[in-house]
């Protein structure tokens, strides 16, 4: 029997409808067939990508931050650009509605010291102190009493702090070098330096611990409250300008 070559074309497509239906749907003519995989890499791409922006090594040609002062780095709007690590066991405390401060923690490689900035409003950090060498103290008042150039407290984790008059005070937290400690310290935000807060001769202070809480009932004052720490229950005033401990 005759068959017109239209004719054979249409019972050869119908012959292989059955296996065609066993494999789905194929794509249709002009497009190609995707390729597992391919959509994974290049996810994978843009991750590695972004890692590498985010981090905080130096910035390329371009810049992804611009140095303000020898010690403080912050980002360039609408880059990415140094940021903070990750970390656990840090503070974060209010300063006022548009900026907090960031201090201390543990982190991918151990405890650390440095202290950032972050600014609501821009969405972004600054790198207010890079850590520096740690200078060891504690409440008692001769300890406490040398303040140097570059020091700083020493890594911790589970410390409290508060801001008052616009300046970070920390006291406690896990030194793992030194165990649990009981020093205070300030941070002038305006140099960018740390001071050790010496504690007045005679004063009774806290015994070193980590994990208490602490607030400034009045910002614009010199006194902050801990409580707590370490399973103990005991209240604390601290002021900052006379340097005497109060147990409440």
Known sequence: MWMSQRQRRSMTLSARSPSSARRGSEPSRGFARPRPGRGLARVAMAFCLFAAANGQNVASESGTFVDVTPN?????????????SHRSGHTMTRVDEDTAVVFGGLGGRG????????????????????GAGAVATSAEPSSAAASLANAAPSPRVGHCAVVLRGDLYVFGGYDPTRGHTNDVWVFKRADGTWRPVSV??????PSPRSGAGAVAPDPSGGTFVIFGGDGKDDVWAFDVDTGVWTMR
């Not at 403080?72 to 903070?84: K, M, Y």
């Not at 950032?116 to 790198?127: I, Q, S, Y």
């Open 72 to 84: 403080v780095q912050t980002q360039l709007d609408g880059r990415f650009g140094t940021a903070p």
């Open 111 to 130: 405890t650390v010291n440095d202290v950032w900035e972050f600014r609501v409003a821009g969405a972004n950090w600054t790198l207010l102190h890079a």
């Open 200 to 205: 007045a001769d005679g004063s009774p202070f």
